[in-house]
């Protein structure tokens, strides 16, 4: 556990006495993945968006009205799943993040659904999805809220890797008025349960921070901490993305100071010094538009999925870049902008990580 003398120290520290830490970290890497941002060309499948849970952050839940009188999807339609994924070919998408609510089978909307479909239950269904894509060749990675450890352990020839937001282990989120009041799937148990079940299956695993939620910098550096104790464990974060929070309409939510650019570099310039070259770290691009170069500077490797295709359902006001504007952004900065798959590399060849038929399936994919 953190030393509170070290958080401290970690708070005074200024963004360009982050950015030389930063730096002497990033010459440690050797010469070929010294200059690189990765990004995986993906589309999303959004399977249900009926959740459990109500963050006051959310857009994304069934009971918030949403942009353009979308409706909600109580189950991915056939048709619209091929159409995805015939748009997913076209474009050479590589990966499809299948996403949505917790436990959306606790809805009895969306067991009927099921039952129509020949379904038992949800994770069924994802399964005969996840086999759908791997027969075209696409790789699903998928983040479906908490699973168990038996449900996980099912899943995970199905897909290339996994992902669960850690998002904040602090309990003032779930007092009255906060945005976790009515989040029992986000109470930090349940989230390290998950996280750390994932270590014990070896699953290749993406996990991240949702910043400017109502929790402190105290908070953020410990779950940072967490995060990397978590990984000397078991060895499978492949990747934390650090996300920061942004305003919207239609939702619970609506902070009186949003999270700044500032507050943001200087979280992802700690999570570096933390993580030294170990995990890697992400941001969201839509989300930073216009300080790319700043966050370069702070030590990302990835701009995780974007899609030529779907929007970013969470945040579906905010475009995704285009990946050459985006070559050119970290090509100025002497970077190269180099795509990957939602497994990566490392995880490809460590033991027991990466599932032999997906494996072959890898070996047949150009990218
Ligand atoms: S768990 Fe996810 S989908 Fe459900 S309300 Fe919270 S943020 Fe939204």
Redesign the pocket.
Known sequence: MIKTSEIKSFKKLTLKQIRVRVKKIKELLPSNAKNVITYSKNFTLSLS?Y?V???GY?F??YKIPKLNGEGNVILLGNEQMVTLIEKGLKYNCKEALLMS??RPDNFLDVKKELEKRGCLNFIEFVKQICTYLLDFKILPHINL?FLTYDEMKDLKIYCASMGLMLESTSMELFKKGKVHEY?P??LPKKRLEHINNAGKLKIPFTTGLLIGIGQTIEDIIKDLYLIKSIHNEYGHIQEVIIQNFVKKENIPFQPKKPITIEEMLKITGIARVIFENEIAIQVPPNLILGFEKEFIDMGIDDFGGISPITLDYINPENKWPQIDNLNKICETKGYKLKERLPIYNKYIQKSDYCPENIKKIIDNINY
Do not use: I, P
């Open positions: 968006n959740c849970n109500q963050c959310c994304y839940n609510g917790e809220g989040s799937g986000k």
